[in-house]
């Protein structure tokens, strides 16, 4: 047992969770004080001293049940088939083996100790058999899905299958050939027969479990690598799903970078005034030095998003990651525009995100189905909202700047920027087509601090990363 | 101290508290590895409640300390009482006049003072918080630090030191060392991610929204007057709210408190225009609410278009005559 926790935490490391050398200490003290005996008890000791992060504990529970129950849940499984095949009831076929191996003593076949542990229904043994032939075939090595015909193969070879096959064909025509041949007898000949593609599916399915084993993470790894290289353009329902787990994350990120740049500055300066009136209850002698807070600086965002039909798809899931925002964060004011503009924080605080969102673009808050006039926009924004901007504030534009031809009204970004902290612009075009046709890319941009293109999730991060950081 | 997992979850019964076994399993091991429990989890799953429960269990008294950013030493460990000192030296003016009478000189009536100092440093002066009480505790008890994740990282390093020896050192007085190391329960909600080596020396438990069975036997125990049916109903509209993607799902104090309401109300059975009214008391957000009553209406039908086919096309018969 001491060897197989040792290699069921090597194998929880290779999935990418951190075990230590004290915390497999820890699980052979916890294994020795609840026992070995039940199943549940071994899984909780071994989750409470091997798996520290909430996140761990899915991956965990796969590799348990790979790990732990792999041979013996293989072996019932590959029983189970074979009483089906066979059309009988798990009595009737219990007495069948057993008659089977009265049968073959009495006719005095010797067995190898292969098809005595397959013929007899010894689990243990054939687990045991199964894992020294792993061992010599070195199935351990496995990597990927496509290596699994040929580990299969070798291990079969370990095993010695083909000797098996001939054995098992001589027991059967034991059997079967001499003659009169009862109905029991034909049944045990197909039932020999039967034994050998089992131990063949059985070994296919203990390939396939190692496979699984090493790749729990590398699926995630990679799932989650090709979501993050995919343009928003072209999103189905199901990778939105995926993508808001990704900004959740991401938003975490977000959180903890800000957590850190608040403790570095939470020191103050020496405050004369509180430290006197905190030492007047020892008669003015200073026993307690008083700094005075530091104000937090809550990020203020100010979100400008453009719903129009050019940018449809981007702006979807901007909204999504302005929903995330305005979640984690007090101050965070959304408003999305095309011609007219209008403001969504209330919408998106009072419903769930897709309902949030479904409303923004439907027309529910402005109308979405005029041309796209960014100037216009700008200039009620200037008109009705500018006072929200203060020198905390962020001020974010999401949109491709394409104006229709209509007047820019860069002068309103030009005063945003003045009042703002910074100002950083999305957009989820190519760069290279900024300021062709009816872009108007080129006279936003001197007015903005920060210009990104922004069409994925790689992308979004880097934004990120530059907005909490400066 | 418990004898097996049996035992911590008959124990945990009897201070009305439903466990399961891998919750019973991890507090078993934590009384007899002597290790501490970090229990993370979503809000209202009764992570303080077990560190209670646990005290009660034992028969041990419970010492609690709440975190909260900011949290340092001298609210953690111990602080010396200034004002009581100085209120003393003012009464004792006049000792301290005797003390240094005839005394040669600045230097010597300095030495006689030092050589009096342990009369004010000593734990007469001295203001125990929680880590100081847990550790000085003439009886067993259990310590629970309430959501650790809320504290700096700073006092996370320092609580470290303390949960690995259970001694601290007071400079004036020396070493105080625990004659019984407390059962320490520390809650997260995971506001922040906790430093590996914290977590590694704690055992790691995880109490998630408990399965149907489980709510069904807490409601069952904490509020005794309420209707097998009512109970029933409650739990499964309360599990099928929490597959709903909501701001704020239903904890299980909400779900009691909702049963609590409707006992009160004398209902025995859920319908949806009394779900409507009451929804209130588990969802927080108007938003939440909303989803949840269309999801609940949906519910509450199926469940009567399951329970009662046969007794409806009666009725409809008897109105067609």
Known sequence: MDAKIIEFASLLRENGIRVSLSESMDTFRAL??????????????????????????????????????????????????????????????????????????????????????????????????????????????????????????????????????????GIGQALAGEGEGTLRERQMARLVERKLREL????????????????????????????????????????????KEAVTRLAERLKNALAMRRRSAKRGKFDVKDTLRKNLQYGGVPFKIRFDARRRVKPQVLVLCDVSDSVRNVSRFMLQFVYSLQDLYSKVRSFIFVSEI?????????????????????????????????????REFHRNHLAAVTRHTTVIILGDARNNYNLPHEWVLREIRQRAKQLIWLNPENRVTWGFGDSEMDRYLPYCDVVEECRNLNQLYRVVDRMVLT | MFESIEDVIERFGGQSYVCSRGIATVVYLA???????????????????????????????????????????????????????LLYTQILKEKIGEVLEGAQGLREAVDRIAQQDDVFFSERFIVPRPLLRAISSSAPCVLLIDEIDK?????????????????????????????????????SNNAREMSDALKRRCLHLYIDFP?????????????????????????????????????????????????????????????????????????????????????????????????????????????LH
Not at chain 1, 209 to 220: F, L, M, P, T, Y
Not at chain 1, 354 to 370: E, L, S
Not at chain 2, 32 to 57: D, Q
């Open chain 1, 32 to 169: 020795a004080i609840v026992g070995l005996g039940r199943r549940e008890a071994v899984r909780a000791a071994l989750r409470a001293t091997l798996v520290k992060r909430a996140v761990d504990l899915p991956t965990f529970d796969i590799l348990f049940e790979l790990y732990f129950s792999g041979v013996g849940e293989i072996v019932k499984e590959a029983e189970a088939a074979s009483m089906d095949a066979l059309g009988t009831t798990p009595a009737e076929y219990q007495q069948l083996l057993e008659e089977l191996e009265r049968l073959l003593r009495e006719r005095g076949i010797e067995l190898s100790e292969l098809a005595r542990a397959l013929l007899s229904g010894d689990t243990g043994g054939l687990e045991r058999l199964l894992r020294e032939a792993a061992g010599r075939a070195g199935v351990a090595r496995i990597e990927r899905t496509y290596q699994e015909g040929r580990y299969a193969e070798a291990m079969q070879e370990a095993m010695g299958t083909g000797d098996l096959a001939r054995e098992l064909e």
């Open chain 2, 31 to 85: 009384a007899h590895l002597r290790k501490p429990i970090l229990v993370e989890g979503p809000a209202g799953v009764g992570k303080t409640e077990l560190a209670k429960v646990l005290a009660g269990a034992l028969g041990h008294e419970l010492i609690r300390l709440q975190c909260y950013e900011g949290l340092d030493e001298a609210k953690a460990l111990y602080e010396w009482e200034y004002a009581k000192q």
């Open chain 1, 200 to 243: 063949q599916e059985l070994i296919r399915r203990y390939v396939r479990g190692e496979v699984e084993k090493h790749d729990v993470s590398q699926r995630q790894a990679a799932r989650m690598q090709t979501l993050a290289e995919k343009s928003f353009y072209y999103l189905s329902e199901d990778e939105i799903r995926r993508m």
């Open chain 1, 342 to 378: 209008g403001e969504i924080t209330r919408l998106f605080e009072e419903n769930d995100i897709h309902q949030a969102i479904d409303q923004a673009i439907r027309g529910n808050v402005i109308n979405v189905y005029a041309h796209s006039d960014f100037g216009r926009a700008f």
């Open chain 2, 211 to 319: 399965d149907r069975e489980q709510e069904r036997a807490i409601v069952a125990l904490k509020v005794p007057g309420v209707g097998a049916r009512l109970a029933d109903e409650v739990v499964d509209a309360v599990q099928a709210i929490r597959k709903l993607d909501l701001k704020k799902l239903p904890s299980i104090s909400e779900t009691l408190d909702w049963t609590k309401a409707l006992t009160l109300l004398n209902v025995e059975s859920l319908d949806s225009a009394l779900v409507h009214d009451t929804l209130s008391a588990i969802l927080k957000y108007e938003g939440d609410i909303r989803r949840a009553q269309q999801e609940l209406k949906e519910h509450v039908a199926r469940v009567r278009a399951r329970e009662a086919p046969a007794p409806a096309a009666v009725s409809n018969k008897d109105v």
């Open chain 2, 151 to 187: 504290s700096d990282t700073e006092f996370e390093a320092f609580l470290l030191e303390v949960l690995s020896d259970f001694q601290v050192s007071v400079p004036e007085l020396g070493t105080l060392k625990a004659r019984h190391v407390p059962l320490v329960v520390l809650t």
